[in-house]
């Protein structure tokens, strides 16, 4: 089951959400640009910039993806760029610090060859776990253009090196 958007909290105040939100969102902001560090400064503009508007946003959680996602998308199209960059996630289930390294490498360059709206949606339906709508909603776009993109970047990745590698396998397979 997809993670509801909503973060609607009449009571809420800026502390709170971000005491509440800041994992998520450098984790969000890491997926997007690459490097913990820049990823932080990201977080960091975007919640400054909610802090400034904080009186009129109904939905902080939101409001801080879109402000992510719209930071994100900017500094591409100002650098005409994106460059492979680290992976982040942890994998639990793995002990193998090597397996893990090339398979954190793969994933990146994989992900790295995705358009900066492919990595977005990317990023906010399966990292961020959020429905269509609500990518959709962040994203300002249809729907049906979320659901294309998807399709897209997945075909894209399945097509990468990644459609090689076996998760039930200890060992990777490359072609």
């Given at each position: 089951m997809k993670r509801p958007l909503s973060y609607e909290m009449p009571d809420q105040t800026p502390t709170d959400f971000v005491e509440r939100e800041l994992d998520a969102l450098v984790r969000l902001a890491t997926g997007l640009c690459g490097t913990k560090t820049t990823?932080?400064?990201?977080?960091?503009?975007?919640?400054?910039n909610m802090l400034?508007?904080?009186d009129s946003i109904h939905n902080p959680g939101a409001y801080a993806r879109r402000s992510?996602?719209?930071?994100?998308?900017?500094?591409?199209?100002?650098?005409k760029r994106h460059s492979p960059w680290p992976?982040?996630?942890d994998d639990a289930?793995?002990?193998?610090?090597?397996?893990d390294a090339i398979v954190r490498m793969d994933v990146a360059m994989a992900l790295a060859g995705l358009q900066p709206v492919q990595r977005a949606?990317?990023?906010?339906?399966?990292?961020d776990d959020l429905s269509v709508d609500d990518t959709a909603r962040i994203l300002r776009r249809p729907a049906g253009s979320v659901r294309r993109v998807s399709h897209e970047a997945l075909k894209a990745l399945r097509m990468s090196q990644l459609s090689s590698y076996?998760?039930?396998?200890?060992?990777?397979e490359k072609p």
């Open positions: 990823a932080e400064d990201l977080v960091s503009a975007a919640i400054t400034q508007h904080w992510l996602v719209n930071l994100y998308l900017n500094e591409c199209r100002r650098r992976m982040f996630a289930g793995r002990t193998d610090p090597v397996s949606v990317v990023m906010l339906r399966f990292l076996n998760p039930n396998s200890s060992e990777l």
